[in-house]
Each structure stands twice: as structure tokens, then as C-alpha cells.
Nanobody, 123 residues
């Protein structure tokens, strides 16, 4: 069964950086587009980025464009999210999942979220 494990979150000051990792356990990983999502306190899940199965294209939500960079290493079954210039409003639990992905957006899954990794941006 396909499983994703998020890691790399933590407490960081505004303007700081973190790199999140999404490790997948699946033989079919190379065939999957992967998205990053986040859920802030009291908010619904937000799709913030995705990358196609062969890294041919990426998508970024306006809220993170220019600050976050998504990448993948298929040999390691891992997708990364480099987060720079972090803001307090980036505070959320971050999740990864296989998802539909295009240059125009990423589809937010309806269920089957993993544990995620907590990112807290605070002075």
C-alpha cells in the first residue's frame, strides 16, 4: 500500500528556512505526481505546490510563489519542499500526497491524510 511520511518541520523565526521531506514507499512512485498541502489552525487543507512525475513541470500557489521550491529525487522515492522567507501565516501542518497536478493547480485530496509535519513560524 502506498504510504507517505513527512518530516523536517519545526519551529523557525520569521524569515527563516526549512526543508520538508516526503518519503514514499511504493514501487510506482516514479509514475506519481506529488503535491504538498497544509492545514492551518481552524482552516481547511490548502494545496500549495505540486510536481509532475518526471519533474517536467511544477505548480505553486500564489501564497508561496517565489518563496517555496518543490523538487523530487525518484531514486530516493522522496519529494522535497524548500521553504524560504517563512512568515507566521505559514504556520500549519504540512502534508504530502499523490494528486492530480498541472501548471494551473493541484487537486486537494478529500481524505486519507497522513500524520504530516508541524511547521511553526514565530518570534
Amino acid at each position: 500500500q502506498l504510504q507517505f511520511v513527512e518530516s523536517g518541520g519545526g519551529l523557525v523565526q520569521p524569515g527563516g528556512s526549512l526543508r520538508l521531506s516526503c518519503a514514499a514507499s511504493a514501487f510506482t512512485f516514479d509514475y506519481l505526481a506529488i503535491g504538498w498541502f497544509r492545514q492551518a489552525p481552524g482552516k481547511e487543507h490548502e494545496g500549495i505546490s505540486c510536481i509532475s512525475r518526471n519533474s517536467g513541470f511544477t505548480y505553486y500557489a500564489d501564497s508561496v510563489k517565489g518563496r517555496f521550491t518543490i523538487s523530487r529525487d525518484n531514486a530516493k522515492n522522496t519529494v522535497y519542499l524548500q521553504m524560504n522567507s517563512l512568515k507566521p501565516e505559514d504556520t500549519a501542518v504540512y502534508y504530502c500526497a499523490a494528486s492530480s497536478c498541472s501548471e494551473y493547480g493541484v487537486s486537494v485530496p478529500r481524505s486519507h491524510w497522513g500524520q504530516g509535519t508541524q511547521v511553526t513560524v514565530s518570534s
